[in-house]
């Protein structure tokens, strides 16, 4: 299956860019509010309107330079980070749990789509031309799930890897922690020359390296 092709088609792909993103930071409003923070929700950040958390440069600049520009990359993107207060958690063990609900349900998600798409497979109507549109964006519910899920475990601030690598510090006393967290302001000017340099090829081999496993599934 030459995942390119279909990639090629991405005006299929935003919508399920825009609602992986949406459903990702729903998880981490949810999972926050479950561990007793209500910043949240009292925000208005417990909620699938995606008028929320769109954020003007993850959520629109960023998937559209990559929908217009040379393919290579899944499009992936952001949105307005979700307030939290760990002070207000019952336990600061939830501290990780809720870091990682936001790219949990990204893999959750691409499992969904994995899981129907095997079905239809199976069922031998996944090549017909009335299920091409339905096989295209499962496909890119897997895709662009799984760069999502891989993307924000990046350990670059502010992204979710960070949060569950500054626990780990402090939860060690390391004196890296509060120099790792000083990097936040300047995370997402790192998270781009990563994409626009060659430094991207590794991201996109891991991605494709994870799809790859997917499609064995599927197929």
Not at 63 to 68: A, C, E, T
Not at 87 to 100: A, E, K, N, Y
Not at 168 to 197: H, K, M, N, Q
Request: glycine share 6%; proline share 8%.
């Amino acid at each position: 299956m030459n995942l390119e092709v279909l990639f090629s088609e991405r005006i299929l792909a935003l919508p399920v860019l825009l609602f992986s993103i949406v459903v990702h930071e729903f998880s981490h409003a949810y999972a926050a509010y479950r561990a007793g923070d209500m910043t949240a929700a009292a925000q208005g950040r417990l909620t699938l309107n995606p008028l929320a958390h769109i954020d003007p440069i993850g959520t629109v600049l960023i998937p559209l330079l990559q929908f217009f520009g040379p393919q290579g990359l899944p499009l992936i993107g952001w949105a307005k980070p979700v307030p939290v207060n760990p002070l207000r958690f019952r336990s600061s063990d939830w501290d990780i749990f809720v870091s990682l609900a936001g790219p949990g349900s990204n893999f959750i998600l691409a499992a969904i789509a994995a899981v129907v798409l095997k079905v239809i497979v199976m069922a031998g109507v996944a090549f017909t031309p009335a299920m091409q549109p339905v096989f295209v964006v499962l496909m890119f519910f897997i895709g662009i799930n799984v760069a999502l899920g891989i993307f924000n475990l990046i350990p670059i601030p502010p992204l979710d890897g960070s949060r569950v690598l500054y626990r780990l510090l402090a939860s060690a006393r390391s004196p890296w922690a509060d120099r790792y967290a000083a990097l936040e302001p300047y995370g997402y000017f790192i998270l781009i020359l990563i994409l626009v340099t060659p430094a991207s090829r590794l991201f996109s081999g891991i991605v494709q390296s994870c799809l790859g496993l997917v499609m064995r599934f599927v197929f």
